[in-house]
């Protein structure tokens, strides 16, 4: 069974720092783009942080600057460090990856649980 299972989250201070991960198992995701969405209460779940089979970033604008997405293929785990931390971060963090299951294109998405982030001003 595949199942994402992120870490890391927590309550810090503006201005402040965590590093979030998310650790694959069932299924090895070295060839696949991974996401880091979030979803504060009240608003749609918003696409943060990505990163591609062959380490291509790509940040929301609100992010960038301050958020490094990375991965470890050899851990199977992708990794949010996330610096100078606002209030306005304040979410649930969810790790998202899809396989591509035909040659017709069906995928099968994949989502972690998530994890809390609270920034506190």
């Known amino acids: 069974q595949v199942q994402l299972m992120e870490s890391g989250g927590g309550l810090v201070q503006a201005g402040g720092s965590l590093r979030l991960s998310c650790a694959a198992s069932?299924?090895?995701?070295?060839?696949?783009?991974v996401d880091w969405y979030r979803q504060a209460p009240g608003k749609q779940r918003e696409l943060v942080a990505s990163?591609?089979?062959?380490?291509?970033?790509d940040y929301v604008d609100s992010v960038k600057g301050r958020f490094t997405i990375s991965r470890d293929n050899a851990k199977n785990t992708v990794y949010l460090q996330m610096n100078s931390l606002k209030p306005e971060d304040t979410a649930v963090y969810y790790c998202?990856?899809?396989?591509?299951?035909?040659?017709?294109?069906?995928?099968?998405?994949?989502w972690g649980q998530g994890t809390q982030v609270t920034v506190s001003s």
């Open positions: 998202h990856a899809y396989v591509i299951v035909n040659v017709e294109g069906a995928r099968v998405d994949y």
């Open positions: 069932g299924r090895r995701f070295s060839s696949n783009n």
């Open positions: 990163i591609t089979n062959d380490f291509n970033t």
